[in-house]
């Protein structure tokens, strides 16, 4: 997928979210020429203002990302999140979504 394909379809869930704190930790990075690859810890947060629960719900887990060495510097070539736990009301990213899918045009 390409990274602006990526944006574009996840750009209207955080534009309905109230608020959001993503923190990532102890990143280890292995290099081989130009590619390389960063794992690290990651914590989600998501926060939004609802009448049907909870207004957080957060996860925790690593992402995997793969990294290319270009004339510019080092790029993201791919990113692998994998979720190992969660908490919270997991409902209310399907609420951030609903003003985009309520979009004239949509």
């Given amino acids: 997928m390409r990274a602006d394909d990526w944006v574009a379809g996840v750009q209207p869930l955080f534009h309905g979210l109230d608020a959001t704190q993503h923190s990532m930790s102890n990143p280890r990075v292995s290099i081989a020429g130009d590619r390389a690859t960063c794992s690290m810890y990651v914590q989600a947060s998501h926060f939004l ?9 957060t996860i925790g887990g690593y992402y995997t990302d793969q990294l290319v ?18 908490r919270g009301n997991k409902h209310i990213m ?8 309520k979009a004239p045009g949509r």
């Fill in 49 to 57: 203002r609802n009448k049907e629960g909870d207004a957080e719900f």
């Fill in 69 to 86: 060495k270009t004339p510019a510097g080092w790029k993201l070539c791919g990113v692998k999140l994998t979720v190992a736990w969660s």
């Fill in 94 to 101: 399907a609420l951030a979504a609903e003003p985009a899918m």
